[in-house]
C-alpha cells in the first residue's frame, strides 16, 4: 500500500540557513506524483512543488527545490536562505492510483513542524 | 491564491445538527476533492468529484455527502454532526480526472480550509 513517511516531527533552523524536510515514500506503481505543501498557522494548505516519478530533473520552485531520489524513495524538500515566514507545517504528498485508474487522490505524510529563528 | 474558493471560513454548530460547506475550484479545473484534517487522524482523503460525477471515495462517513454541480462548484453535507466531526475541511481542485504525474500542470491545489466546531 502506498505510504508517506515523514520522520521529524519538529525542526528549527535559523534565520538565512538551509534545511532539509525528509520524506520517504513507498508505492508499487512507477508513475506517481510526490508534492510538498506547506501550512501556516491560519491554516491554509499552500502548493510548494511538484515532482514527477518520470521527470529527469529535480524540480525546483524559487527558494524551494526537492531532492529526488527514487532508488532509495525519498523526496526531500530543500529550503534555501529561510525566512522567518517559512515557519509552518510541512506535509509531504503523494498522488495514489494505477496507469488509468488514478483518482487524483493524495496521500499525506504526518508533517514536520518548522520553525525558523531570527 | 491559490484560486480555490471555501465557504464558510468558520462554523460553530450543535452535535445533531446539518451543515454544508461550499467550494468554488479555480477556473478550468474539472475535478473537486474533499479533505478532511483533524488532530488525530491527520490529512484524510474524503471523496472526488470530476466534471460532475464522482471518481473516488475514500474515508467518507454515510452522514457525510457531497455533489458537485453543472457550474463545477460543489458542496460538502456533513448531517447529525458529533462532537468527533470538528476539523478543517480542505476543498482542493486540479484539471484533470486522471493524473499524468509526470505533468506538472496537474498538480492539486487547496482552498483555505472550513474551519468546523461542533459543540
Known amino acids: 500500500a502506498q505510504k508517506i513517511t515523514q520522520t521529524q516531527p519538529g525542526m528549527f533552523v535559523q534565520e538565512k540557513e538551509a534545511v532539509t524536510l525528509d520524506c520517504t515514500y513507498d508505492?508499487?506503481?512507477?508513475?506517481?506524483?510526490l508534492f510538498w505543501y506547506k501550512q501556516p498557522s491560519s491554516g491554509e494548505m499552500i502548493f510548494l512543488i511538484y515532482?514527477?516519478?518520470?521527470?529527469?530533473q529535480n524540480a525546483t520552485e524559487g527558494r524551494y527545490s526537492l531532492n529526488f531520489q527514487k532508488a532509495r524513495k525519498s523526496a526531500n524538500l530543500v529550503i534555501s536562505a529561510s525566512q522567518l515566514g517559512d515557519s509552518a507545517m510541512y506535509f509531504c504528498?503523494?498522488?495514489?492510483?494505477?496507469?488509468?485508474?488514478?483518482?487524483?487522490?493524495?496521500?499525506f505524510g504526518q508533517g514536520t513542524t518548522l520553525q525558523v529563528k531570527p | 491564491d491559490s484560486g480555490v474558493t471555501q465557504t464558510p471560513k468558520h462554523l460553530i454548530t450543535a452535535t445533531g445538527q446539518r451543515v454544508t460547506l461550499r467550494c468554488s475550484p479555480r477556473?478550468?479545473?474539472?475535478?473537486v476533492y474533499w479533505y478532511q484534517q483533524s488532530l488525530d487522524q491527520g490529512l484524510q482523503f474524503l471523496i472526488q468529484?470530476?466534471?460532475?460525477?464522482?471518481?473516488a471515495k475514500g474515508n467518507i462517513l454515510e452522514r457525510f455527502s457531497a455533489q458537485q454541480f453543472p457550474d463545477l462548484h460543489s458542496e460538502l453535507n456533513l448531517s447529525s454532526l458529533e462532537l468527533g466531526d470538528s476539523a478543517l475541511y480542505f476543498c482542493?481542485?486540479?484539471?484533470?480526472?486522471?493524473?499524468?504525474?509526470?505533468?506538472?500542470?496537474?498538480?492539486?491545489?487547496f482552498g483555505e480550509g472550513s474551519w468546523l466546531t461542533v459543540v
Open positions: 482542493a481542485s486540479s484539471v484533470a480526472r486522471d493524473s499524468i504525474p509526470s505533468t506538472s500542470g496537474n498538480t492539486i491545489y
Open positions: 504528498a503523494m498522488r495514489e492510483g494505477k496507469g488509468s485508474s488514478n483518482t487524483g487522490k493524495l496521500i
Open positions: 515532482q514527477g516519478s518520470y521527470d529527469q
Open positions: 477556473s478550468g479545473d474539472l475535478s
Open positions: 468529484y470530476y466534471n460532475g460525477e464522482e471518481r
Open positions: 508505492t508499487s506503481d512507477p508513475s506517481y506524483g
